[in-house]
């Protein structure tokens, strides 16, 4: 199929985001690849509301009408495509999938449930022959456990309520202090890397964009590069494909001294350094629409850009209130906050 027919086939596919949120790079890179564009939240400030095709009001996540407000939204719109945007309702969308009317671009309960519990991941990779740091629960520990360790919660995001310990006394403060279920892991010594990859709905890997970890603020990527390591897309590959993603994944995993390359957390949806890989040539809003409309993408592993560069930086949005609600009257040009 051509690159015209690929464009006059999608330009009518569209995409439902949830938990549209501040997204906006997301839904943006989207609408580029085609697609008509449809973000829901329930905060009406959420900012990619404001940049999609169309913005539409939703109950909050735990209110009962949630799935059928989107079931209703996606039945409204024609949507051919759900994509969730944030954690937030991933185990709800994926529990409930065949009640929206549209397929979910979303990992099946059994892979969210592992990814959203950390120590049951560990426990999952070390059962499959994939390296893992060392990790105990609290009750767990030996005696004679290596320092330094982190302290860390079973689930959680963002990089919050980690820890570092370099002896027994801090380890046993932390695991006091904190408040969340936590589980105790070794440092991995290596440099860190996030993988990008994105999985058809049958499980294969279509593609994985490796990207160096220059600098990240509460977790998320804001400086970074694409890497052409075979070895860390062919493992980011085999990490999802065992897991059984769909969709988009982030995979991020360390080099250590000894060669191996242990994975310390998968994210089941976009990374938050999305724009890095989409510049790098992904192609992931492009090979999500072609599902969406029944295609079989084979997989291009390596099929991006080596040594692009990001640096990302505070945007924003502005918005008049008027008679008839809020109003966008900035001209979309990015600016610093």
Known sequence: M???????LRAV???????????????????????????VDANALAPALWVADIREAVPPIRDPGYLDALA??????????????????HMLL?????RLGAPVLLAPASAIRLCEDK????????????????TWLPEELPDDVAFPVLVKPRRGFGSRDIHRCADRRELDFFLDYTEADSMVQGVCLGEEFSIDVFCDFDGRCLNGVPRTMIESKGGESIKGRSLADRELIEHAAHVAETLGIVGPANVQCFREPDGSLPVTDVNPRFGGGFP????????????ALALANGERPEPRLGAFEDGIVMTRFFSQIILRETADGLVRIDDGSPGEA
């Open 276 to 287: 890095l890989p989409t510049a790098a040539g992904s192609r992931y809003p492009e090979l």
């Open 119 to 134: 120590y049951a991941a560990h426990t999952f990779f070390v059962e499959r022959g994939l390296a893992s740091p060392p």
């Open 94 to 98: 994926a529990e409930n999938a065949d």
């Open 72 to 89: 209703g939204l996606v039945q409204r719109h024609g949507a051919k495509l759900i994509v969730p945007l944030a954690d937030l309702d």
């Open 2 to 8: 051509t690159g015209a027919a690929l464009v006059t």
């Open 13 to 39: 596919t569209v995409v439902l985001f949830t938990c549209a949120g501040q997204r906006v790079d997301i839904v943006t890179a989207f609408a580029r690849a085609g697609a008509t564009t449809v973000a």
